[in-house]
């Protein structure tokens, strides 16, 4: 999977060194941030307040946690990602940047370790939106891939211990909500995150240490060997498509739900590309043939001028007197030549907003002649890339400066405010010609 950070070089005869990728997710509140923040020992992981109702991550974010284990050196990620049921964001854009952030990773041939949901202990009930969000999981990673989750109940201690106990057996009997998964064949894991420690954490982590799974959206959107389906048409995305379809009619919810579908309805990037790549054909045919004509009229002009001179044995003051007019006229076509350029290039950065892969793509992509397949972006003009050694996401990581660990069993205080109970520049091509 895409790493941001600086890598640590290891030498020839250092410990084994592995890079592996969790995945954290849950409802706004489940306490996602705050796990990292424990578990990194990175204090500087914004964690928002009990009486917040919107989410603190709004985008997808990478931390890192180095960790010795039984002689191997791990790199761990932990993907945090927006918390479902968000003041700010719908749960198709949540869905959506969780997609584009693990199909990217599919491509770019890394894989996920595993994926932790994060559920907050002290809710009384599960309602509508936990179990639609329960449902989604299910069907983003697969019932068949199941083993790869691990369910996380969090904030223990918050109410009375023995309520908690009852919702704790409650969840993992009902099939509606996480009985499903941990009934399945392949069984998910259910554990407890207890605040305190940092090796409570730890033993949630441990298990995906050697682990690597595909995630079933990432099947069906971009496996060359899949469907490649729209979001929306995905299992996962259809929890979401169904759900919006039973929202109130309201002005503002209509609005919100247009904009829910019209992000389910993308397809992975290729027709995108694709109609970019016909408008850069069409823009430089224009452009060479304006170019090809200056040339032909400034070697008119510069011959003519030669031939009067001869024949009149004058400096041939007339042909060379259309020359002011003729650089005016080039001053503006290369000022048309220039905006249109711009032009098309904010048109690309516009229309590749709500894109995937081309969302974060350089679009100085236009001017590369080399640039002929979607593939040809991930190595030089993705905007994710930040390390030497891979294509990456482009994500927040604030974790750069946390340690190695001092053993599996090594316990920390619990960090960031304890649980509380409750483009680049343009460089297109240069207008200089060979005149």
């Known amino acids: ?19 592996l990728y969790i995945l954290v997710m849950g409802l706004t509140g489940a306490g996602k941030s705050t796990f990292i923040s424990v578990v990194t020992g990175n204090e500087d992981i914004p964690i928002g307040a009990p009486s917040d109702l919107d989410g603190v991550t709004q985008e997808v974010q990478d931390y890192i946690l180095y960790y010795h284990h039984k002689g191997c050196r791990y790199e761990i990620h932990l993907i945090d990602s927006p918390g479902f049921d968000d003041g700010t964001l719908n749960d198709a854009q949540v869905l959506s940047q969780i997609a584009t952030y693990i199909n990217t990773s599919y491509k770019l041939k890394q894989r996920l370790a595993g994926v932790l949901y994060l559920h907050d202990i002290t809710k009384a009930k599960v309602g509508g939106v936990g179990k639609i969000n329960l449902r989604m999981l299910e069907n983003l990673i697969g019932m068949e891939k199941c083993n790869n989750c691990t369910l996380v109940t969090t904030k223990w201690g918050c109410t009375n211990l023995q309520d908690e106990e009852k919702r704790e057996k409650t969840l993992s009997v009902e099939k509606k909500f996480f009985g499903a998964m941990l009934q399945n064949a392949q069984q998910a894991k259910m554990k407890r995150f207890e605040p305190k420690t940092r090796k409570s954490a730890l033993d949630i982590i441990i298990p995906y240490l050697e682990n690597e799974f595909t995630p079933h959206i990432s099947r069906q959107m971009v496996d060359p060997r899949g469907p490649k389906l729209p979001l929306g048409e995905t299992e996962a995305g259809k929890v979401v498509a169904d759900n919006l379809e039973k929202l109130s009619q309201t002005k503002q919810e209509q609005k919100m739900v247009q904009h829910a579908q019209e992000i389910l309805s993308q397809s992975y990037d290729e027709s995108l590309f694709e109609e970019f790549k016909q408008k850069r054909k069409v823009l430089r045919r224009k452009i060479h043939m304006q170019q090809s004509g200056r040339w032909i009229m400034r ?17 041939g003051a007339s042909a060379f007197a259309l020359e002011p007019v003729y650089e005016k006229a080039v001053r503006g076509q290369r000022k048309a030549e220039k905006k249109a350029k711009v032009d098309l290039k904010a048109d690309f950065i516009e229309k590749s907003k709500n894109a995937n892969q081309l969302r974060q793509t350089n679009p100085d992509w236009l001017w590369d002649n080399k640039v002929k397949r979607l593939q040809d972006l991930e190595k030089s003009y993705s905007l994710k890339s930040g390390s030497s050694d891979s294509d990456i996401l482009k994500v927040v990581r604030l974790g750069e400066k946390v340690g190695f660990a001092r053993s599996e069993d090594s316990e920390a205080p619990l960090h960031a405010a304890d649980w509380e109970c409750s483009d680049s520049s343009d460089s297109s091509e240069s207008d200089a010609e060979q005149e």
């Not at 030498?11 to 890079?19: E, F, H, M, N, V």
């Open 299 to 315: 070697t008119a002009i510069v011959g003519g001028a030669i031939v009067a001179t001869v024949l009149t044995l004058g400096l």
């Open 1 to 19: 999977m895409p790493d941001l950070t600086v890598q640590t070089k290891m030498s020839s005869t250092g410990p084994k060194k592995r890079i």
